[in-house]
């Protein structure tokens, strides 16, 4: 077990980046459970949940997590700017702060931390290890996700083999020049981050297979019938950032 009695001002080994939005429903037990595993595996990280604006008690909620959870909890509460954008804001906060590894989760429960061992063994021999989803996550994420592997294939030109899978760990060093590429008009940020860490030569990736649980609440956020259009949107701006001399 790794240790969990280290000094507040020791710098953690993996920030993990997990965006909140109307999650009242799921944030307590999800974020309890993640540091059940967090403890057992790695001791020295940072929680950091970044509150996208909220309307319902999920801010609340967390601060009645801090007093018992310490200082490896570490909450954000800003505007709303989507899922995408709040990853990337927890992604240069580790770069900023100098981090080894970021871990990104999603906040509903879905991601489950019974993996969490398995991508952190791989985490000295790669630069980034995503989740694979089986057909067992249902057929409608299946589909979304193959389509979507294919579009990026045919379109942009590089290998993803699943594009938007929340459950990812990557070295930060390794992985901060595709992440400072990303714009902030950038809806599906993860997505294109996935692309861009494609092109990167010499990346050493890996993939760990995952199923999804149900959400325990909320809803996603962005619904299946409004990320087809902005999955469109997004292939026109990697577009124009070629075109403008971008990866």
Known sequence: MASASLDSRTSPDLMIVMPAYNEQAAITPVVESWFAALDAVVGNF??????????????????????????????LSRPNRGHGQTCLE????????????????DSDGQCDP???????????GHDVIYGRRS????????IASFTLRCLVRVIEGVPCIDPNVPYRL????????AIASIPPTFDLANIALSIQLARQPGLREATVPICFRERLGGEPSVPLHRFVGKAVELFRQ?????ADGGS
């Not at 019974?114 to 000295?124: E, I, P, Q, T």
């Not at 057909?135 to 299946?142: I, N, Q, S, T």
């Not at 990697?238 to 070629?242: F, I, N, Q």
Request: proline share 4%; net charge positive.
């Open 46 to 75: 940072a929680l950091r949940v970044i509150d996208d604006g909220s309307k319902d008690r999920t801010r609340e909620l967390l601060q009645n997590l801090q007093p018992k959870l310490g200082h490896r909890l570490e909450i």
């Open 90 to 105: 927890g992604y240069r906060h580790a770069i900023e702060r100098e981090i080894p590894f970021i871990l990104q989760i």
């Open 114 to 124: 019974v993996y969490l061992a398995a991508f952190w063994d791989l985490r000295h």
């Open 135 to 142: 057909r067992e996550d249902g057929l409608v994420r299946f």
């Open 170 to 177: 990557m070295r930060t060093a390794a992985c901060a020049p």
């Open 238 to 242: 990697l577009k124009a950032l070629r």
